[in-house]
Structure formats: structure tokens, C-alpha cells
């Protein structure tokens, strides 16, 4: 097929702006704990100050070595230049509209919040701890899943010994709170 009649993405276009819009529920804020924001913070750093600098020098080194079509250092190069940078972006607009919330500021309450631990058991009696994160770091494999999921939202104000009804995927579920924790306040 010819390319004219093929709209191909540019690769500027920040996919991942689109993803913020709908990753955070309208007029809520993006809650991250310290250690999350920590961690996006240090990504952005590394890649500011580390591989941006280390893609530009290649580049740098390919452009000079004259015809630049078929020069795969500089095409591959300039690629990844513009994945560093479209992740620099999305990086930044995390920060900026990142609203840190310190878990420990619950500890020793028994009322799941955001940053909470909580262990559950389910109408067959299985049981599950999940830890409730900020969006930006979820990771459902490890028992962290987002404060938006159904799950977290059903569970947040809930205490422990509570039993709570939410709409699950494959129909309504019932789950019995048995434990809730935070981690503790770091002395200064």
C-alpha cells in the first residue's frame, strides 16, 4: 500500500498524556506515596542526566560521519532520543501533579485509607493482603494495586472486622477484613 494512504504515528505524540487523562478518575488528585515519588524522581534523574547525554553524544558521532539515511547509530539513535524525551515528559507531568501522602500518619489506626495494608478473606475463605498505592505504582503481582481499583475503592473507610459487599468482575463478592496496617513513622 502506498504510504500516502497510510497514516503512521509521528512518534511525538504523547501517547502517555492520554494515559494520565485516564488513569486518574476527573477531578481526583494522583496520590503517590513518598517512596513512589522518590522512585519517579530518580527515573527522571537518570534519565536526564545519564542516557540522554549518552543517546546525544551518539548521535553527535553518527550525524558527523556525513549521509545519515542509511546510518543506523544516527536513525536508531534519534529514536530513542525521542522515547527518552516523550518519558521525560509524561515523567514530569507526574510529578507535577503528584499529591504525596505519607501512610504512616495512620499507623495504628484499623480504617483502611489510602497507603494501608490490608489482609482480606473472600467468600472461600482465601486470603489476600494487598497494599493500596498511588497509580504510578502499581504493581498487582507484588500485592500493590491503585486506590481507583473496585477492590480499594469498596475496601477505603472500612475497618477491620468489617465485611464489605463490592461488584467484582464475575459477579458481587463479599470480603471479611481481618487485618489492617501502616508502616511506621521514620524518626528524624
Known amino acids: 500500500m502506498n504510504k500516502a494512504f497510510v497514516k503512521e504515528p509521528d512518534g511525538d505524540e504523547d501517547d502517555e498524556a492520554a494515559a494520565l487523562a485516564l488513569a486518574i478518575p476527573a477531578g ?10 522518590q522512585r519517579i524522581k530518580d527515573e527522571l534523574l537518570q534519565l536526564i542526566d545519564v542516557e540522554r547525554p549518552e543517546v546525544v553524544k551518539i548521535v553527535h558521532w553518527a550525524a558527523s560521519n556525513g549521509d545519515r539515511s542509511e546510518n543506523g547509530d544516527y536513525i536508531y539513535g534519534k529514536r530513542r532520543l525521542r522515547e527518552i524525551d516523550r518519558r521525560i515528559r509524561f515523567l514530569t507531568k507526574r510529578l507535577d501533579s503528584a499529591f504525596i501522602v505519607d501512610p504512616s500518619a495512620h499507623h495504628g ?3 483502611v485509607f489510602f ?13 489476600r493482603t494487598i497494599t493500596i498505592v498511588g497509580i504510578d505504582e502499581l504493581d498487582p503481582l507484588n500485592g500493590k494495586i491503585s486506590w481507583v481499583a473496585p477492590v480499594a475503592r469498596a475496601l477505603t473507610k472500612a475497618r477491620e472486622g468489617d465485611t464489605i459487599t463490592f461488584q467484582a468482575p464475575h ?12 508502616p511506621a513513622p521514620v524518626a528524624d
Open 171 to 182: 459477579g458481587v463478592e463479599q470480603l471479611d477484613i481481618l487485618e489492617v496496617s501502616y
Open 115 to 127: 497507603g494501608a495494608t490490608v489482609t482480606y478473606s473472600n467468600q472461600d475463605g482465601e486470603e
Open 28 to 37: 481526583a488528585k494522583n496520590y503517590i506515596r513518598p517512596e513512589g515519588y
Open 109 to 111: 489506626s484499623d480504617q
